[in-house]
């Protein structure tokens, strides 16, 4: 099992699988969640998720019509997203995981968007906006 957690622990989760389609996200929004250069995601399906600590305290931004961000409501660490869209996966935050994973992201979105501080150095594709993004079920 996989478990991940909030910065100050108060929120704890755990799914089964490694995640799939892991990607780092340069899009304004994302640079804005995280305060950094970019977010890092990967699936999860939501049959193998399971919250084990705290889940009363989760907040929830609504995006926008279809994404809902959920947070901690003490420390502000940013969990996961929900697209409305995919009703069968979870997007988690990797940073917030404890456990090592085998996933690695296989590509960059929104390099169009990204800060101009920043310089990705790897050899991941670069994808202007959603990188074919489509609903994607576990492999």
């Not at 990967?42 to 279809?66: A, D």
Request: charged share 20%; with cysteine.
């Amino acid at each position: 099992m996989h478990q991940g957690y909030c910065q100050c622990q108060s929120i704890q989760y755990s799914f089964a699988n490694d995640p799939f389609d892991c990607c780092y996200c340069h899009c304004s929004i994302c640079r804005r969640l995280t305060g950094s250069a970019m977010g890092s995601y990967g699936s999860v399906p939501k049959s193998e998720f399971t919250w084990t600590k705290g889940e009363e305290l989760l907040s929830t931004f609504q995006q926008n019509t279809t994404t809902r961000r959920l947070f901690c409501s003490l420390c502000g660490s940013y969990l996961l997203t929900m697209h409305s869209a995919d009703k069968n996966n979870n997007f988690i935050s990797l940073g917030c995981l404890e456990t090592k994973i085998e996933s690695r992201p296989e590509y960059h979105q929104f390099v169009g968007s990204k800060a101009g501080w920043d310089t990705n150095t790897d050899n991941l594709a670069e994808h202007e906006g959603w990188a074919d993004w489509r609903l994607k079920e576990k492999p």
